[in-house]
């Protein structure tokens, strides 16, 4: 079996998925008040796209993943490689209370960082921040940790300093590693936003949802729901895109997805 | 003798972060550095967790909210291991057709997806149950593909040479020979189930640990938030011990396994579970299963049949029974009130729903 026919199979078979989407509603197998035909998702998407509500909404709920993502990244890989790198002993220290606090999921969170931050912006960027930190920090310190260290004493033995060695093989080492803390932090940081969205705000996709399920307009329902999976994956895919030049290699499917999991076991 | 004074020092280094962060905790409102209103004092956190301890309701959510787990994931387990090795040994084309759907429907936000769910399944316990089987279900999948795929051939050549059976030879070669991989997805899955049971229980439920932080903290009853997180996180930190530990138990004799799930250290197990050890533990989790289905299933029924006791005032933290605005029925309060949004009165949530015709 070689690759085009495999990528006509796909074809076919989601042709055979978007007709019988069309379709089955509409001859009433499914109920189309549960599941909308894909025509009304389409008629949704575009009006929603048209008044340009779509993209005001999307565009919020890319700030503030954005902007959570990036504390995250920043404070998360100094940590990581402050703590892998120089103070093994601290992290030791640190490490049960790390996984204590990652443990302390944003749902619970969110009542908790209401009370000091209020209902805005705030809190919803300390809390995608709070989710991302950790799987960035833990994936960094195993990154540094797990450099070869035939490697390190290589380059020691050749005569690199310290500030060197960090720069020149510790980093490099690690950065398959740190790549894969940053994917399982993007994709977390989409999750969240639309939980936090739900709970509390006036805008955003998670918003959008909300609001149409409290107002029965199904089809709306689907629409967010399309363009929040099209945004996580399009996420995915750049880091991955990004990644590649890390990697020697990029992986795909399914043994891409246990690799990334496989690789951040603790978290 | 060494070696013990050494395994305490490392001990206590390793806790040291995690008893610093508590005295903080207790000293930061103490010491006013934080509002006492909004942080409470961790002594008096525990006083909260004490009382509820007390009156049996801490028990009651604990078990409610792991039956929800454990049977999500039972679900799961029992729909995504057969899947698993029907499209990684039976029809590996089609796992390479179905291959980018899978991911997009494993790519989509559960949180998006929970209306759907209760259009489909209404706001009880199949909802809650179904949410969270579906979001374990993915790493279940994708693990036990990779494993029944990455199964030495060697093994399958000799067993097949032996003159084995297809049923046997799934059974007694591939099955275990993949399970340790297998298990990596379980312990996954295990962990983002435990999460989804919060959500779940925010969105709509009358008990569990969720309900307990979300309802704790719609009538600002802080130590009970902080009591109600406490717990989540140290269920949620101990699972995750137990289950790597557990692998640890099963599998570190065969590390060599496929080379996608980073190495541990093997460290010799010092017990080496058996068939026998299985089945008690497959009995424990049944039993588990049929008492918390009980319990979820008088507090639904407590739930439902308080609508006709009117005037009945349960204690606070029993409190079955809520009140919510007819404009904005996401305003839950357990007392009669008035809404702080719109100002209208309060009205039973059973009424409410009664008389929007559901």
């Known amino acids: 079996m070689n690759t085009k026919d495999i990528i006509i199979r796909r074809i076919i078979l989601l042709a055979i998925v978007l007709l019988a989407w069309e379709t089955l509603p509409r001859l009433g197998v499914i109920n189309p008040l549960f599941i909308p035909p894909l025509s009304g998702v389409i008629t949704a998407l575009r009006e929603l796209a048209g008044n340009g509500e779509m993209a005001t909404h999307a565009a919020i709920s890319l700030q503030r993943a954005a902007l959570g993502f990036a504390a995250g990244a920043v404070l998360g890989l100094p940590l990581g490689l402050v703590l892998g790198g120089w103070f093994p002993r601290l992290q030791t220290a640190l490490e049960p209370l790390m996984e204590l606090f990652a443990q302390a999921n944003p749902l619970i969170l969110f009542h908790v960082i209401i009370l000091f931050l209020g209902i805005g912006e705030a809190a919803k960027t300390f809390i995608i921040g709070w989710l ?6 833990f994936a960094t310190i195993t990154g540094v940790r797990t450099a070869d260290p035939t490697l390190l004493k290589a380059a020691r033995s050749l005569g690199l300093g310290r500030a060197g060695l960090f720069v020149r093989v510790t980093l490099p080492a690690a950065a398959p590693s740190i790549v ?7 994709g977390y940081a989409f999750i969240m936003l639309i939980a936090a969205e739900m709970m509390g705000a006036s805008s955003g996709l998670g918003w959008l949802v909300i609001q149409a399920q409290e107002s029965y307009h199904i089809t709306r329902i689907f629409a967010g729901a399309f363009v929040i999976t099209l945004l996580a994956i399009t996420a995915d895919w750049l880091l991955k895109l990004l990644g590649g ?3 020697s290699r990029v992986e795909s499917g399914a043994d891409d997805y246990v690799r990334m999991q496989g690789s951040a076991g603790k978290i | 003798m060494f070696d013990k004074i050494d395994t305490i020092k490392t001990h206590l280094l390793r806790w040291s972060g995690v008893v610093v962060f508590l005295l903080l905790w207790e000293a930061a409102p103490r010491l006013g550095w934080l509002d006492a209103q909004f942080a409470p004092p961790f002594s008096t956190v525990l006083g909260a967790i004490h009382e509820l301890a007390a009156d049996g309701s801490l028990a009651k959510h604990l078990v409610i909210s792991i039956w929800r787990g454990v049977t ?7 729909v995504a291991i057969p899947a698993g090795f029907l499209l990684g040994l039976r029809l590996p084309v089609w796992a390479a057709v179905l291959d980018p759907f899978l991911r997009v429907l494993s790519q989509v936000n ?10 489909f399944f209404g706001i009880g316990e199949t909802a809650k149950i179904v949410v969270i089987a579906w979001v374990s279900l993915w790493p279940i999948l994708f693990y036990t593909i990779t494993a029944v795929r990455n199964v030495d051939p060697l093994l399958l050549k000799t067993a097949r040479s032996l003159g084995i059976t297809t049923g046997e030879l799934y059974l007694k070669v591939i099955l275990p020979a993949s399970l340790p991989v297998i298990f990596v997805g379980l312990r996954i899955g295990a962990g983002l189930v435990f999460f989804m049971i919060v959500a779940a229980e925010m969105l709509g439920a009358n008990a569990g640990l969720g309900w307990l932080v979300h309802n704790s903290a719609m009538n600002y009853q802080t130590p009970r938030i902080y009591a109600g997180a406490t717990f989540i996180v140290i269920l949620g930190y101990l699972l995750n011990r137990f289950l790597l530990a557990l692998e640890r138990a099963f599998f570190s004799g065969e590390q060599e396994q496929v080379d996608l799930v980073p190495a541990r250290r093997s460290s010799a197990p010092s017990w080496r579970p058996g068939w026998r050890s299985a ?10 299963l049929l008492a918390g289905g009980r319990e979820v299933y008088l507090s639904n029924l407590a739930n439902a049949s308080l609508g006709g006791h009117l005037g009945h005032q349960e204690e606070a933290g029993e409190a079955n029974v809520e009140y919510t605005c007819p404009m904005h029925p996401f305003i839950v309060r357990e007392k009669p009130d008035v809404c702080p949004l719109c100002g209208m009165r309060l009205v039973r949530k059973s009424d409410a729903a009664h008389g929007a015709g559901h």
């Open chain 1, 132 to 137: 991302c930190l950790w799987p960035v920090t």
């Open chain 2, 279 to 288: 089945a008690a533990a497959a009995s424990v989790i049944f039993v588990f």
């Open chain 1, 180 to 186: 894969t803390g940053l994917r399982l932090a993007a």
């Open chain 2, 72 to 78: 999500g994931l039972l679900v799961a387990t029992l």
């Open chain 1, 245 to 247: 030049r890390f990697l």
């Open chain 2, 110 to 119: 559960p949180f998006s997806l929970m209306p759907v769910f209760i259009l």
